[in-house]
């Protein structure tokens, strides 16, 4: 009797942790997917910010969605999800409150592109685009790995 | 209106920007953030650098008297920054990037010594290296005497001999995208064509015209918008080490500056790898 209680225990366990693992996977797919599109959006507004296509009128489209996908960052990181196939650094869950305020800080810069590209000047468009790009370098800094 | 020829040479002093001649040079080396550590005080030093050769603890290069270079003359400080000799005489590990630097005028290297003693000094004792066992300090200077072999001539253009200072005697590029060979020497024949073993082992990226593996299908504006913003044309942005050089160098040099760092590397030798 305790070995198969000790056996049905240890199969529910390993089942418990496979389940949170492929959940961690899952997240870590997410926020991947997630990241891609903000990368797109940027990508893109960068080549209108800088006059490099006439696309004006697609550009409030972007920063938009640029403000939405930044709405909330710190849900793609659950904690538990720097195992597996993430460039995400550790210091995200050691440092949570500095992650949280770059977080923050991504949501503030891309409501404020929003806002400017929604009829601002040039110059404000372009000024509240690169506060935008450097709140991504700056938590690329600190938090997430070159590629191996 | 007694004064004027002063204002005047006040006038000609400004514009030939001979103070900030300095800290522009400051930038452009990047002495900053080698020599500060996370959370630490600026240029107070004690960032932990891990190689294959040990780990490396740079030292406070602040204007403190006991623990910084407070103490030390213009001679001393050219002859660190360009030879590698400390005022004990002794040699410097090359993690300190002289083979570079060596490649500075006198003149800059001087105006970083005036900046960096108008820097706030901060007290903090150096630490010492964690070598492995077969190092040690006095084989650097066999090391300076036999290995340590000759920079290549500057490009005679004008454009790009200023953006081969820049990118190798200011900027020391070369020092984490050029690979080592087993003497800790840059691989003269890999010249800026990245290593998968670089700083913090990370991977660097190629940075010669290849156009598979090095910036061959970059154009030029995207490179100088990359030096400025950190931003590849994929729309993905910079960041670990790469990020601290934009915000501490790249970001801060002349757009003139930038493009001629950029004329020089879509001028180079275009090689495969790593």
């Known amino acids: 009797m305790k070995t198969f209680l000790s056996l049905i225990t240890s199969v529910l366990l390993a089942i418990s942790a496979n389940t949170q693992a492929s959940e961690a996977e899952n997240y870590i797919k997410y926020r991947q997917a997630m990241m891609k599109a903000i990368g797109g959006h940027m990508g893109a507004a960068s080549q209108i910010v800088r006059g490099k296509v006439a696309a004006d009128g697609d550009l409030l489209m972007h920063a938009l969605a640029l403000a939405e996908l930044n709405r909330n960052l710190t849900r793609l990181f659950p904690e538990g999800s720097d195992f597996g196939e993430t460039k995400a650094k550790e210091e995200i869950w050691d440092q949570w409150a500095k992650f949280e305020q770059a977080a923050a800080d991504a949501k503030q810069a891309t409501a404020d592109f929003a806002a400017a590209a929604g009829g601002g000047e040039p110059s404000q468009i372009a000024n509240a685009f690169k506060a935008v790009g450097k709140s991504c370098k700056g938590c690329h800094k600190d938090f997430r790995q070159k590629d191996d | ?274």
């Not at chain 2, 190689?51 to 910084?68: A, R, V």
């Not at chain 2, 003359?73 to 060596?102: C, M, N, Q, T, W």
């Not at chain 2, 913003?229 to 960041?239: E, H, I, K, N």
Request: charged share 25%; proline share 10%; with cysteine.
């Open chain 2, 1 to 274: 209106m007694r004064h004027w020829p002063l204002a005047l040479l006040g006038l000609i002093w400004a514009i030939n920007g001979h103070c900030s001649d300095g800290a522009y040079l400051f930038d452009a080396a990047g002495c900053l953030g080698c020599h500060t550590a996370k959370d630490g005080q600026p240029l107070a030093g004690g960032r932990p650098f891990e190689t294959p050769y040990g780990t490396f603890y740079s030292p406070n290069i602040s204007p403190d008297p006991e623990t910084g270079i407070g103490r030390w003359s213009k001679d001393e400080f050219i002859r660190a920054l360009k030879h590698g000799g400390a005022p004990d005489g002794s040699a410097y590990f090359p993690v300190f990037p002289y083979p570079s630097y060596r490649l500075l005028s006198d003149a800059d290297a001087g105006a970083l010594f005036d900046h960096l003693m108008t820097r706030k000094p901060h007290r903090r004792q150096n630490r010492e290296h964690d070598l492995p066992w077969w190092l040690a300090r006095w084989m650097m200077k066999p090391w300076q005497w036999f290995l340590l072999d000759e920079p290549a001539p500057p490009p005679s253009d004008p454009t790009l001999s200023r953006g081969r200072y820049l990118v190798d005697a200011l900027g020391h590029c070369g020092e984490c995208h050029t690979p080592r060979d087993w003497a800790g020497l840059a691989d003269r024949g890999r010249y800026l064509a990245g290593t998968r073993q670089g700083p913090e082992g990370e991977k660097v990226p190629n940075i010669t015209p290849d156009r598979n593996d090095g910036l061959g299908r970059w154009d030029g504006d995207d490179l100088e918008y990359f030096l400025e913003s950190g931003a590849l044309p994929d729309g993905d942005y910079t960041g670990s080490l790469m990020a601290e050089v934009v915000d501490n160098t790249t970001s801060r040099l002349t757009p003139g500056d930038r493009r001629a760092m950029v004329d020089y590397l879509r001028s180079l030798e275009a090689i495969p790898g790593p």
